[in-house]
């Protein structure tokens, strides 16, 4: 199955052993994962400029490399959060406490699976997924609008805006980049398969996201 097949909530309710597999499987390579060096050079920035996150991964790692949640939109939701597949709560909550047993033969989750402290229920992550009606966006709703709030209180002032590995295929990322570039600054795209910037309005760096943030750290220290 493609990843668009897995990552889609009709499995948590038709076959949830396959969905909290697919999940559970991502939860714990996400909590082992060590941010790479690119983080720290965002980091070093953030320390002398101010900063934002607008980002569609849900994996945490922003905060894994020491940006607050206060600094960080994740705008599809994270999977570090849960909320109850049955809609009893309009409540999300973290899933630190979380494990997910998985099945390595088949890839599937052994129960028991993660359960809504309020009905007992089956949990879901907070994750807006492909052709998701019922995803709770209440968490990234405020986020967003801590966001939007930030770039008009920067309105005037000159924003640089640095993506990093957002591609077409869900745009939401490059859109939003382009929009808060073209309000109040200049805009570095940084793609190795598509860094291409409608009408020449920015920079195009077809390099990884460690090797651009590298060299950009290397000419902004001087």
Known sequence: MAFEE???PVHFAGDPELAWGFYGHRLALYRRTVPHRGFEVLQRWAATRPTKVFTSNVDGQFQ????????VTECHGS???LQCLAGCRDDIWPADEVEVRIDET????????PSCPRCGGL???NILM??????LPARTDAQARAHADWLRGHRGARVTVVEVGAGTAVPTVRRHAELAAAASGG???????EPGV???HGVELPMTALDALTALDALTTG
Request: hydrophobic fraction near 40%; include cysteine; charge should be positive.
């Open 123 to 125: 949990a879901r992550p």
């Open 130 to 135: 492909f052709g998701d009606g019922d995803w």
């Open 106 to 113: 088949c890839m599937r989750a052994v129960s028991p699976l």
């Open 187 to 193: 805009l570095v795209r940084i793609n190795t398969r």
């Open 6 to 8: 897995l990552a889609d």
């Open 64 to 71: 894994r490399a020491g940006f607050g949640d206060a600094a």
């Open 79 to 81: 999977i570090h959060h």
């Open 198 to 200: 409608r009408h020449g």
